[in-house]
C-alpha cells in the first residue's frame, strides 16, 4: 500500500517521497498542528470581538445622526485609527506588534504568541462588520423602542444587537476564516500549526506532498467554519419565512 | 378636566442644506382627555413632526409641549424614559422587532420596566386577545400580514397603560377593508380603555370614521380645526377646501338670474329627504347644482348648492323651509358661475 502510494506520487515528479509520507503518517503531529492552526486564531477572533464589538457599536451610535452622538472629534481619531490599523499589511503588523506581544506573553515566538499580533489585526476588521451589521438596522424600529423609552443602553443591548444577530454571526464568521488565514501566514514568522508545516516543511524543503495536504486540511478547515456559520446565520434569522 | 395633551407656541426648525426651514410654525392646539384628535394635512405638511413632538422624538425648536400637565421639555433624560411610557405610538411601517415572537414583541415594553417574565407573558397574551391575535402569539412578525402586524403593535402600545396613544399614518400601509378593521379597533379601545388617541393621516376617511375632532395642518401651520362635522361641513381655509374637496370646488351649469344657496349638513339626515320633502311639503323644485356630501354614522356631511326656482315667493319658500330644519345651515351665494 505505501510502496504502490510511494510509485504513484514518485510518477507524479514528486522527489522524497518516503521521508513525506513518514512525516504525513504521525497522525498525533499532524492532529496538533490542526489544533494549532485553529486555536491561535478562534482565541485572537474572540479578543478581537471583546475590543471590536464596542467599537463597532460605538461607530454606528455615536455619529452625529446616531443614538448618542459622541464627539466628531473622537470619532475622527477613532475612524482614523481603525482605518491605519487595517491598511498594514498583516505580516509588516505581526513585526510591529512584537514588543507588544514580548510584554504581554513574554515571548514573540509561538503558537500563542501570534494571538497578540492576530487580536491587534482583527480588532479593527471586526469593528468594521460589526458596524455594518448595524447599520442594516432600521432606524424606526429604534425610534420605536425610543418611544417606548428605552435607554441608550437598552436599545444596544435589547434592540440593536438582538435585531442584527443574523448580520453579526456571518460577520463573525468572515472574521474567523480571515484570521485563521492570517494565523497560517503567521507561521511564516514564527507561529506554529499547518501554516508554518507548509512553508517550512513545503516550501523550504521543497516538501511538496506535505505542502499540498496541509493547504488541503486548512480548505476544509474553512469551508466547515463556513458552513456552521451560514448555517447558524439562516436559522437564526426570524425574518425569513421558513 | 384639563386637556390631556396642550401644545402651545410650538415651533420646530430644521437646519436643510444649511438653510432654517420651520416644519412646523406657532402651532398651539389642545387634546382632552378620550377624545380620538385628528391631525390632516397633505404630505409635507409637518404632521409627523408635530406628533413626534408630542412625545419629544423630535426637541421642539421652541414652545411647550404639555402632557398630563407634565412639561415634557423640561425633564430630564431619565424622567422622559418614564413620561413615555404613558405615551405610546404606532407607525405606518410597524417598526416590530423581527427577531422576536409576537408574544415577545409585546412584552418587550414590560421586560423594560423590569415586569417578571411571567407576569409580561401573562398580560402580553391578553393583549394579543384584545386585538384578536391569540393565535399568533408565536408567529414571527415575517409571517404576518400588514394588519396583523399592525395589531401586534397596537397590542404592544398598549401593554404599559398608556393614556395617549399616538398613530402615525397608522393605516396608510394597509388596504381599504384591513384600515376600517384597524380603525374600528383603535376606536374599540378608545372606548374601553379610554385612551386618548391622536391620529395623524392625510385620509378624509380615516377621519372621518373615528374621530370627533380635527386639526388641518398646512406648511407648518393650523389651517382650522373644530369638530370634525364643522370642518368637513363647512371648511374655511383654502388648505380644507383642498382637503375636503380634492376635485376642486363643484361648479355646474347654472339657469340664468336664479339665486343660488349653499346648504350644509351638520350631521342630520340624508340630503335626498330634503330634497324630496321640499318638493312635498312646499311644492318647489330645487335644482342640484353641486353636491359634495358624506355620511358618518348614518349621518349627513357637507355641503350642496341649489339652485332656487326663479319664482321670488317660491323662492323664499324654500329657503325658509330649508332654514327650519335641523343640523342644516343655509347661506346665499352671491355670485355663482358656472
Ligand atoms: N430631520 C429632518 N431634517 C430636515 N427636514 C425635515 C426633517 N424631518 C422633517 N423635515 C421636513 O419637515 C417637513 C414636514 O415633514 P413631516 O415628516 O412632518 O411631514 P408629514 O406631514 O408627516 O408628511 P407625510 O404625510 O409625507 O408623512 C418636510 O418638508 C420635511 O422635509
Ligand atoms: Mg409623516
Redesign the pocket.
Known sequence: MLESLTVFFENLGIVKVPEQLEYLSDLPNLLFAVWETLYAPLAATLFAYVIGLPLGVLLVTGEKEGIRPLPPVFMRVLNTLINLLRSVPFLILMVLVFPLSRLILGTTIGTTATIIPLTVAAAPYVARLVEASLREMDRGVIEAAQSMGCSTWQIITRVMLPECKPGLINGATNAAITILSYGAMAGAIGGGGLGSIALMRGHARNQRLVLWVAVIILVVLVQIIQTIGTRLTVRSDKRINK | MPPIISIEHLTKT?Q?DGKP?N?LSDVSLEVQQGEIFGII?L????????VRCINLLEAPTSGTVLVRGQELTKLSAKELRLARRKISMIFQGFHLLMQRTCLQNVCFPLELQGVAKNKARERALELLRVVGLEEKANSYPAQLSGGQKQRVAIARALATDPDVLLCD?ATSALDPKTTREILSLIRDINKRLGVTVVV?T?DMKVIEEICSKVVI?NQGNIAESGTVEEVFSNPKSEAGRRLVYPGGMPALHLLKDSRVIRVAFNGGTAYQPLIASLAIDCGVKANILGADTRNIDGKAFGTMLLGLPEDETEANRALQYIRSQPNVTVEEVQDYHA
Open positions: 430644521f436643510l426651514f416644519a394635512g404630505s409635507g405638511a409637518g404632521k409627523s413632526t408635530l399614518e395623524i392625510h395642518l
